[in-house]
């Protein structure tokens, strides 16, 4: 046919959000209150959600039951065989070409074969079960990527991270030139803005060693927004500098700095917190709280940047002590 195929923006009309329940806890303190702290955040999200917007949840068939208790009724549940919650990296990437949906299948390792925590097996064809499920045309990918990996425009911008698409983990033998013809192809997109370096508790235990959703994305065809770590004695102080001065010299676009939340550790090490990873839904943008002073003032940021859309908050602190935020956990299909 005629056309190509694009990634439709995150804020453009959804059809349902896809989740997929976090089954095993594997926090560094994994007792049964964590377990069901765990439980409790990936519900409240998808309860929030659905009350703007169909959702499915896949889940094994050995935790509908303890799914179904913590889900509101209107969450529907789609039996799969699955490793992990972070959907947005193993499920599908929509795509459109006029009309027909297809799903964009990457080569997903366990965020670069960490295998001293992730597996990845059955996560692994969670894309291509999705894309049947719902009908779309689906595409294999031979790079190795995540949907967190990315961030469009709609408008023909994808963001990207050296240590992500180019780290030795994931795509070894692939050039620059090379990934962004991939991307490219996929994606419909014919500009790649590259940061070289994602959070530095990214790269710790649970971390998926740079990915652009918790670093920055866009709010519009024309506005980025990026974390902006404003305390000199978080590491991440240098990294959000070098962030805002790459957006700058890439040009074209207005950037929007939210102000990390003020909380600097918890018992690990630097937080990752980031008001950036969250999810625009119809009608709605559910944002990460961490019961933090910041929390107000990112909403407020929001409110400004995403007009008519409700900004609700939902503690993402158990996201955060296993490695993602509330963007992670959610894959949108667009309408």
Known sequence: MTGKWVMPAEWQPHERTWMAWMEEDYSHESTPESTHLMHQTWAKVANEIVRYEPVTMLVSAAHEAEARRYLAPQVELLIATIDDGWLRDSGPTFVKNGEILGAVDWTFNGWGNQGNWASWDNDDALASLVAGEVGAESFRSTLVNEGGGIHVNGAGTVMLTETVQLGRARNPDWTRKEVEAEIHERLGTNRAIWIRRGLTRDYEDFGTQGHIDIVA??????????????????????????????????????????????????????????????????????????????????????????PGREIVLVDARELFARGGGIHCITQQQPR
């Open 217 to 306: 994305c866009f709010a519009d065809e024309n506005t980025i927004l990026y974390h902006d770590q404003q305390n000199p004695e978080h590491p991440d102080f240098s990294v959000s500098h070098e962030v805002k001065r790459t957006l700058q010299e890439a040009g074209g676009f207005k950037l929007v700095g939210v102000p990390a939340p003020t909380k600097l550790r918890d018992a690990h090490g630097v937080v990752d917190y980031s008001y950036i990873n969250h999810y625009i839904c119809n009608g709605a943008v559910i944002l990460c709280a961490f019961d933090d002073p910041n929390d107000e003032v990112a909403r407020g940021i929001l409110e400004g940047v995403y």
